[in-house]
């Protein structure tokens, strides 16, 4: 599974994840010709907290086009793991 970049505060209206930020767009670049609507990731923010999701297209220009949907009950704390 990809693996995806992602920060937290950074959220559309919705509650999708913003994934136009430098370390989101930098993990995409790629496999930007693999990205699609429906595509299961795994996003992580550092060794936090990472979570599996779902890729959602955007066309709205202010969130950058890629989103991901959160997949309830995914949720790790790698940290907490060691």
């Keep these: 599974m990809y693996r995806i970049y992602f920060d ?13 930020i430098p370390g ?6 790629p496999i930007a010709d693999r990205l699609h609507d429906g595509l299961r990731v795994i ?9 599996e999701a779902v890729l959602e297209f955007n066309p709205d220009p202010k969130w950058g086009g ?14 907490e793991d060691q």
């Design 43 to 51: 996003i992580y923010m550092g060794r936090e907290v990472e979570m």
């Design 24 to 29: 989101s767009l930098k993990d995409m670049e």
């Design 66 to 79: 890629w989103t991901a949907k959160a997949i309830d009950g995914t949720i790790k704390y790698p940290d």
């Design 8 to 20: 937290s505060n950074e959220r559309t209206v919705e509650g999708n994840y913003i994934l136009s």
